[in-house]
């Protein structure tokens, strides 16, 4: 699809839930919820948007169909780095399993069943969010040590990969080193994942900088087959998964703008919210402005 035929797809008012469907209900996240197909899973992304670790009560409307196209299209751009979970024929697996409803089909993915990895894996290009609250208190990132003097938003010398655990839902994920990760998952798999990782961000990066974007830092997921093989899976170099800032304001020392929900973030500080359930509704200019910036994402990868 292009640009413009998704733009124009978009609903007037978020879908927050999919229940309705008529296939076993199997799990439920912040974003997406996935459905039993028997020989494969139905990954649909709801408009839902969470902020501190809490699912707001306000969606984003159209987000699950911007997240879903755009994983589509990166699916695309990285199979010769790694091969991912999507079934070949999306077309025909919808019609085979009766799945006619446009809105539906451009916020879904049917993928084959994979073991998901304990960890997920995040890389980092640039000194910003966590990292740089971490570097200013004992100058290293994840236990990794780097050179004295760096500043907000600089570039790293090298992009770091920095694990975490995978925490239930409503706790957050905690970084884990090199030797956590090994232990874990394995050596074997686990320098594959480092690896494939980086090399993925690397391609993230250098694309994004041809749409005038900058990769800041994203997170990976993989799984594995019946015979150990190494997949990519569920969302792949989204504004949700990922940190993009735009190249022409790009500036060291400051937290540059975002292609995400910064939006919300800043008004949900400016409201002194406790960041505990139940969240604060959100105002109608903080959701169309975030979605704008999703299409924005999209508009300048996809032209």
């Not at 797809?9 to 997406?32: D, E, I, M, N, Q």
């Amino acid at each position: 699809m292009t640009f413009a035929e998704i733009a124009a797809s978009l609903p007037p008012t978020a879908v927050t839930s999919c229940r309705g469907l008529p296939f076993p209900l199997l799990g439920s996240g912040k974003v997406r919820e996935i459905f039993d197909l028997g020989d494969a899973l139905l990954l649909v992304a709801t408009d839902r948007l969470s902020a501190f670790d809490v699912i707001l009560p306000d969606g984003i409307p159209g987000k699950g169909i911007l997240l879903t196209q755009l994983s589509l299209w990166w699916f695309e751009q990285t199979q010769s780095i790694l091969e991912n979970h999507l079934l070949a024929d999306q077309a025909g697996e919808f019609r085979r399993r009766g799945i006619t409803d446009r809105d539906l089909q451009l916020r879904s993915m049917i993928v084959r069943k994979l073991k998901p990895l304990p960890i997920e894996c995040v890389v980092r290009g640039y000194l910003v969010g966590s990292g740089w609250s971490s570097y200013q208190k004992s100058g290293q990132v994840c236990g990794h040590r780097l050179p004295a003097g760096l500043r907000q938003a600089d570039r790293l010398p090298q992009a770091l990969f920095t694990p975490t655990t995978k925490a239930p839902k409503g706790e957050h994920d905690m970084p884990i080193d090199d030797a956590q990760g090994i232990a874990t998952i394995g050596q074997g798999l686990y320098d594959q994942v480092k690896a494939t990782s980086l090399a993925l961000y690397q391609l993230g990066h250098d694309r994004a900088a041809k749409a005038g974007m900058i990769l800041a830092d994203t997170k990976f997921e993989f799984g594995t087959d019946a015979g150990g093989k190494l997949v990519l899976i569920d969302e792949v170099l989204t504004p949700d998964s990922s940190r993009y800032w735009p190249a022409e304001s790009y500036a060291p020392d400051q937290s540059p703008p975002s292609y995400d929900k910064q939006f919300v973030r800043d008004y949900l500080l400016s409201v002194k919210w406790n960041q505990q359930p139940p969240a604060p509704t959100l105002p109608t200019d903080v959701i169309m402005r975030t979605r704008d910036k999703y299409l924005a994402a999209l508009r300048n990868l996809m032209k």
